[in-house]
């Protein structure tokens, strides 16, 4: 048993051997891969159409210079999606409750959206950081303020994930506690607790999910004002 509610965030070791890499790599395992066949099984199919219709709904707003970021992002939602709700399955682990993996994640995506619009139109990218018609006493003030948001943006993404299911993961470790503690004393009461224990859990599968598209679609509205 837990020692603490908290314990169910650490990284599994063995041996001291820390196992969050295989932790991540394990998701792209359940993935089927297309087979050469004319026709494909009705999971390669539901797998592709998903696929087909995020990647039509994430680029719809970017302009075709963001369209070479169609596979990066689709594989970084792919991947969020798989180890958030793989997650939630019994005597499993969480990477993306760790701080220090979403902002390896964030870091290096918000990074390459503004090195490519500096590269790309440094005019319109430094013209983010000063509004049209400002005045000319508050034009030192909004430029520090936009400066410090444009910096604070991968701290909200990592942020953001990491808060939400670390909540999600840590609710439903309270109320199951309690369901159980109550069960010898208390059934009915337990039982009660216990159907909101499903309906909670039901909705950390939608947060799972949604918390996966926000991060990548957060992302592609950072590529879109930088190209």
Do not use: C
Not at 148 to 175: C, D, E, M, W
Not at 179 to 197: D, G, H, S, Y
């Amino acid at each position: 048993m837990a020692l603490n509610f908290f314990d169910q965030f650490m990284s599994p070791t063995h041996l001291g051997i820390p196992l969050i890499a295989i932790a991540i790599s394990l998701p792209w395992v359940l993935y089927p891969s297309p087979s050469d066949r004319w026709l494909n099984n009705r999971l390669i199919t539901l797998q592709a159409w998903f696929m087909n219709r995020f990647t039509q709904q994430l680029l719809l707003p970017l302009n075709p210079g963001g369209h070479k970021w169609a596979l990066i992002l689709t594989s970084l939602m792919a991947f969020l999606l798989s180890i958030n709700l793989l997650g939630l399955l019994p005597y499993t682990f969480t990477p993306t409750t760790q701080l220090s993996l979403n902002m390896g994640l964030a870091v290096p995506f918000w990074l390459a959206t503004v090195i490519i619009g500096m590269r790309n139109q440094p005019t319109a990218a430094l013209g983010h950081l000063l509004p049209e018609g400002t005045p000319v006493l508050l034009i030192p003030v909004l430029i520090i303020i936009e400066t410090i948001s444009l910096f604070i943006r991968p701290l909200a993404l990592g942020v953001r994930l990491t808060a939400n299911l670390t909540a999600g993961h840590l609710l439903i470790q309270l109320i199951a506690t309690a369901a159980f503690v109550m069960l010898p004393t208390m059934t009915t009461l337990a039982l009660l607790t216990a159907t909101v224990l499903f309906l909670l859990t039901l909705l950390e599968v939608a947060v799972a999910m949604i918390q996966a598209y926000v991060f990548v679609l957060l992302l592609s509205l950072y590529l879109q004002e930088n190209v």
